[in-house]
């Protein structure tokens, strides 16, 4: 029986779609239930999501820890209970009187590192449940504020809509930012209420929109034969980790759980590779040595 290849599929999630949609309908290209995601994306949201097949899924932690870059829009003179459009409106104030001079100190308020509170419709568990799960039910938890970093927070452009304000912005952040959650916070910050509107990722730590495949192109490859392209694990590995050469008898020595000296990196993630070109490891220093993460290489 041939083995399932592993590597990574750059998708270009459509509007609409869940996460675990998208993982479901890879499994059926993929022909192989070990498939996962580096990082949800709401069904509302398109763009670059990052999927995982066979051994890669065990990259896919370290990836969702990485750089994430936006476009969307925010439209400012209401709320809704789910913080973007696919919630009920259930606030709002007329943004009359809001312009650039007041937009704009808002925007860098939120930009830098930043005490955040999640939306409360959101996968984050809550005593062992999911915090959408509680609030559909009508027991909206209180969540945790989380620091995270907002490194660019650009308004693009701003149209009026009546007593309404849309404003199109570019946002690059840290893991664990919520994209509805700055559009909320802005709202609020200006007196106004906000929610999302449009949200596309175009980036994902090195894999960027432009090299994403739609799920239709995906589907039509498959009919012409079967199986799917996937970035293999040595090229997916050397694009987004810093890299360590390893001799064979390190190699060895990784791929039976050994340890190595270190290699300077300190706790980031060092993809190890054998003198073959294979992925071997991930590799972190801990406590004066280098240990592996996840192992690749048998």
Not at 44 to 52: C, D, E, N, R, S
Not at 261 to 278: I, K, N, R, T
Request: aromatic share 4%; charged share 20%; glycine share 12%.
């Amino acid at each position: 029986m041939t083995e399932t290849a592993s590597g990574l599929v750059i998708v270009d999630k459509p509007q609409g779609w869940t996460s675990h949609d998208v993982v479901a309908r890879i499994r059926k290209l993929a022909a192989t239930r070990r498939v996962g995601h580096a990082g949800t994306l709401d069904p509302m949201a398109t763009g670059v999501l990052v999927i995982g097949v066979e051994k890669a899924t065990r990259l896919l932690g370290y990836l969702a820890l990485t750089e994430k870059e936006y476009t969307g829009t925010i439209r400012l003179g209401q709320t809704t209970d789910t913080d973007d459009a696919d919630g009920k409106v259930i606030g709002g104030v007329p943004v009359a009187g809001v312009g650039e001079a007041e937009l704009l100190p808002a925007v860098t308020a939120l930009t830098g590192q930043i005490s955040q509170i999640p939306p409360g419709v959101s996968a984050i568990k809550v005593g062992g449940k999911r915090s959408y799960r509680l609030a559909r039910a009508g027991v909206a938890p209180e969540l945790t504020p989380r620091t995270v970093t907002v490194s660019r927070f650009d308004v693009l452009a701003v149209r009026s809509c009546g007593e309404l304000l849309d404003v199109d912005v570019a946002v690059t952040c840290s893991s664990g930012t919520y994209i509805r959650a700055l559009a909320r916070d802005l709202g609020a910050a200006l007196g106004t209420g906000g929610h999302l509107t449009a949200l596309r990722r175009t980036r994902v730590g090195p894999y960027l929109v432009s090299q994403a495949r739609t799920l239709d192109d995906l589907g039509a490859a498959a009919e012409q034969e079967p199986g799917i392209a996937l970035t293999s694990l040595a090229d997916a590995a050397a694009a987004a980790f810093p890299r360590r050469d390893l001799s064979a008898s390190e190699a060895r020595l990784v791929s039976h759980g050994g340890k190595l000296e270190p290699g300077g990196s300190g706790p980031v993630p060092v993809a190890a590779f054998g003198p073959d070109g294979a992925l071997v490891a991930l590799l972190a220093d801990e406590n004066g040595r280098a240990r592996s993460l996840a192992v690749f290489s048998q």
